[in-house]
DNA sequence: CTCGTGGTCGATCATTTGTTCGTGCTTTGA
DNA sequence: TCAAAGCACGAACAAATGATCGACCACGAG
């Protein structure tokens, strides 16, 4: 149809006018020789059919994709996705991935009103704390979701809570139990003692919770640091788990998995954030089938990731069909 | 600095989120965290630092480019440049240029209030008016602006004049003289009759004219149709006349060139368009050289031409210096 | 310690852009 | 030839954008 293609004509011209020849819609309509509105139809029909494409020369271009696609899948308030270090080491986001989350954490804690914030633990976590600047707000309260202490009896070095504490100057709520107890028993009465009592409380107050996101494999942190034995661990790699939250097993698809160790974790639930935000931290190709499952259980609100999971996330869901469209650049 | 790094991540992140992702500003502010003036200054330093970059997928898009940098540097009210026939002759744009030009030319002919307009003649003016659907606007008069008679008496069969006045229904006025007379006597005795002062009269009055440009060399219109004769023709290459509006020869540098045929021309001078629209149609890389001479000449308001043409004038201009930097993409 | 001074930030306003709706035209089928 | 449908167009409005200005803050010199 020759009609068409002399609309498309004009369509690039118009797009060509206003895009790279920076001209207002009016200089425009002008020039070509139709109303404003026609010019505003054919900047329409130019990005319909493709015409314009917006290049952005910049590392966190690739990154922003990511992050759009994966926000909009699993509705998230908001995704950060941080560039992959160019140069040397695989692992050389971390920096750029606790600068992130903190930059997060800190739009929460500027505020001036008491918040009650609740922290999970691990690397992810702590480095985040770690980045953050000093910031005088004794009015609010931090609260460990998860058992600092191991089954030897020390205490979780990757612990964010004190730190974060100390910086803001606050009250600090740590719970006291490990993260997996013995036996069903010793989890029931480690669960019903007061003091781990009042501090579940706050942590059901909180407002938001920033959490580390667990690998389940023989580099688990969970196993590495002493949480579960190995046979545990064979346990939860023969029941199929591929990541914990909080010491909670999920499965491909994000289910919790019930299972003996379930049954004696002693951290809070997961279903006391279903309505509020709960933001986890964790980057690495490693652990991109983790945060996949809690992305897929619809855990989260909010994600800070790095260019590796991202990638690995959305190829994944791309590969099983879930979602074969991403975002379609509309300029 | 690194606080600059910092925020040229920033200005990419919303340049990706504005350009790509198509957010408004307002969203972009609340998801970077920044005030909506904020973003404002973000986007305009991602466009200063030139991490924007708008691609206009299609062959307009590099005649705009043409178009924007002629027009500007030769302040024309108006520049089409039709791109050059992908496939085939170099002269396949032929056609694209006629289609231009006759649009151009029913922009003025589409007013109802009574429009004297005036035509020169060549190929590329025939072409136009060929190109021309028809329109019935009686009230319109058009005048030719150069005798189409040649020295042996025959008129000039690419004479646009009775096409156009065919296709509106309206009067026509035809010059009674040669292009170039005998003698200078000739010439007086031509351009005193009073047929010709009343034809001059109406051209005058002309509010806008579409004329042709003519090569000045072995192939030039004005010697291979007989207006001139060899001997004529040598006189103008040896006064390195590089082409002729109307019949008048330019220099280089588009000056009327003062010689023996100059002073026989019996064309309307060229100085009644000082203060109207003279627009001028050619196209191929052949024709440059004059349209050039025309541009530096100043005598045009409007020009169309094709994309040979163009890119010959943007480089002959960038070679001898005169400007060396076309419009910036402003986004 | 105080006073500029440069620079950044956000409120506000003018301009530009996007959308909606009613009108009139062309096109198509009876 | 006429009627109905579809379509394109432009007026008017709503939203978003860009620009200006004053206020505030950190820094350095006197």
Redesign the pocket.
């Known amino acids: 149809m020759d009609?068409f293609e002399r609309?498309l004509d004009q369509a690039a011209r118009a797009a060509w006018l206003?895009y790279v020849g920076g001209?207002?819609?009016?200089?425009?309509a002008s020039q070509l020789g139709?109303?404003?509105?026609?010019?505003?139809?054919l900047?329409?029909l130019a990005r319909q059919e493709g015409l314009v494409k917006v290049h952005i020369d910049h590392p966190i271009a690739g990154c922003m994709a990511l992050s759009e696609a994966i926000g909009e899948r699993y509705g998230l308030e908001f995704c950060d996705v941080v560039p992959a270090d160019p140069q040397g080491a695989p692992d050389g986001s971390t920096r750029y991935l606790a600068v992130a989350a903190a930059e997060r954490l800190s739009w929460y804690l500027d505020r001036s009103e008491p918040l009650t914030l609740s922290l999970g633990t691990g690397r992810a976590v702590r480095g985040m704390v770690e980045a953050l600047s000093r910031i005088d707000r004794p009015q609010h309260r931090v609260v460990s979701l998860v058992g600092n202490v191991a089954r030897d009896g020390s205490s979780n070095r990757y612990d964010g809570v004190m730190v974060l504490a100390d910086k803001t100057g606050g009250e600090r709520f740590l719970l006291p139990a490990p993260v997996v107890a013995g036996s069903v028993e010793e989890s029931e009465a480690l669960c019903g003692q007061r003091l781990y009592q009042s501090v579940a409380e706050v942590a059901r107050e909180a407002e938001v919770a920033f959490i580390g996101v667990g690998r389940i494999d023989r580099q688990a942190t969970l196993f590495q640091d002493h949480f579960i034995s190995e046979a545990e661990l064979d346990e939860l790699l023969e029941r199929e788990a591929v990541g914990e939250l909080l010491g909670w097993p999920l499965s491909r698809d994000g289910e919790v998995i019930d299972c003996s160790i379930t049954r004696r974790v002693t951290s809070l639930p997961l279903t006391i954030f279903r309505d509020r935000p709960l933001v986890a931290v964790g980057g690495g190709r490693d652990k991109g089938p983790a945060l996949l499952a809690a992305l897929r259980g619809g855990w989260l609100k909010g994600l800070v990731t790095d260019e590796h999971a991202a990638r690995y996330i959305v190829e994944t869901e791309r590969g099983s069909g879930l979602d074969g469209a991403g975002p379609a650049a509309k300029?």
């Open positions: 009609k609309k206003s001209h207002t819609q009016d200089e425009i139709v109303s404003r509105p026609g010019v505003q139809r900047l329409a300029v």
